[in-house]
Structures are given as structure tokens and as C-alpha cells.
């Protein structure tokens, strides 16, 4: 049996005992969706549980869910730039990218639309938010200040106050290219008193301003 704590990808998987395992298929490669609560295992130098209904894991997904749809959004020259830098080991440009993007992340880099990741654009702020709680939900609205070069926005929650901003607390990953209002309603939520940040993240890999914490309850 494998416990696996990341996508199967070239160089970022590891081996060992476990119980049960659900491979789904992504981008025409094999990942985890699911492994034995409670392991853990040092990756990037952060320990990532198995647990899927852990924070950790909804992060990872979050960001898996994103990469996945934009990598079929990328036109053919950019495709052909990630095909071109793919490492022997990697195989297809689609493992490499994964790996590329996931590497990143655990660190609380977002992704970047080019295989170099400038970082060198100009961050993009979240302008207005408003945050409203319901019945096992909370209902948020992001506006971003600019639309040029914006990628997506993450929105990040936690029962206890979100004092540094990482992957292990993201919920969403949702793509972003007008300034417009953005509509996110989480949900199902129990009753009770939920922090929230957000920011917008452009093409460059550049994360903008994270939103002060702030609060919701949900009856």
C-alpha cells in the first residue's frame, strides 16, 4: 500500500504502509484524493496531514482544482514554453507543471500562467469586500481594483484569528480576469463565529494585498 501526501507526480511522491487509498485522474495523471488520517509527512519542509477533510488538504485541493482548468486555458505558445522547459525526469509538460505550481504553493506562492514566474508585475489590491453570515453559511464579495494581468483570488478561513496568511488556510482558489465583484458562499458551515482574509493574484505569480482578518457568524 502507498501513503501518498501530494499528487503522483515525478519527484514529489513517497512510498509506504498505509490502509486505503482514491486515485482520481488529473491533466492525464494519477493523483490522491484522499489517504489515512493522521499520517503526516515533511514535504517542502511543511507537514502535510493526510486527513482530506484537514485545512491542510483543502488547501492543496483548492490550488489542484485551479492549475487543472487553467492549464486547458493556456494558448498554444505558453503550452509549447512549459513543454519546451520540462526536465527529462518530468516526462509530459502536464507532470512538470503540476509540480512546478504545487511547489510553489507550499510556500505561499500562487501559480504562475509562465513557466519562469516573473513576479515582477505590480500586486493587485482587493478594493471592497463585504462579508454576510446565514443559516450553516457565509456569503462574501470581493471586488478586485484592476483587472490587468489578475489570475484568480484566494480566499483564506479559519475558526481562530488568521494572523500569517498561508496555504493552510485557504478554502477557494477561484480565477479572476474582470474587476468585477466576486460572489463566494461557503457553505455547508455549523453554527459559530468564522475569520476570513482574501487577495487577488495575477498572471506573474504576484499575491497581492492580504485583506485585514475579519469576521462572520453563522447561525
Known amino acids: 500500500m502507498a501513503i501518498i501526501t501530494q499528487p503522483l507526480l515525478p519527484g514529489s511522491y513517497v512510498w509506504g504502509k498505509g490502509k486505503a487509498l482514491v486515485f482520481t485522474r488529473l491533466v492525464k495523471t494519477d493523483i490522491v484524493r484522499q489517504g489515512i ?13 493526510c486527513d482530506p477533510m484537514t485545512q491542510a488538504q483543502l488547501g492543496v485541493r483548492a490550488l489542484i482544482s485551479f492549475i487543472s482548468r487553467q492549464w486547458y486555458l ?8 512549459w513543454k519546451l522547459s520540462t526536465p527529462e525526469a518530468y516526462k509530459r509538460a502536464t507532470a512538470y507543471y503540476l509540480w512546478f505550481q504545487l511547489t510553489r504553493w507550499l510556500t505561499f506562492k500562487t501559480p504562475s500562467q509562465t513557466h519562469e514566474a516573473p513576479e515582477e508585475s505590480t500586486p493587485i489590491a482587493i478594493s471592497d469586500h463585504q462579508y454576510h453570515g446565514g443559516k450553516r453559511f457565509a456569503s462574501l464579495s470581493l471586488t478586485p481594483a484592476d483587472d490587468t494581468s489578475l489570475y484568480g483570488i484566494l480566499i483564506l478561513r479559519s475558526k481562530i484569528e488568521i ?6 488556510q485557504t478554502i477557494a482558489m477561484i480565477p479572476k480576469n474582470t474587476a468585477t465583484p466576486l460572489l463566494y458562499t461557503d457553505s ?8 476570513y482574509r482574501a487577495a487577488a493574484f495575477n498572471t506573474d505569480g504576484v499575491l497581492g494585498p492580504v485583506l485585514a482578518d475579519d469576521t462572520v457568524s453563522v447561525s
Open 37 to 49: 488520517t493522521g499520517w503526516t509527512k515533511t514535504v517542502q519542509q511543511t507537514r502535510i496531514p
Open 74 to 81: 493556456l494558448d498554444a505558445g505558453t503550452k509549447l514554453n
Open 163 to 168: 494572523l500569517t496568511p498561508s496555504y493552510l
Open 188 to 195: 455547508p458551515l455549523n453554527a459559530g463565529t468564522y475569520h
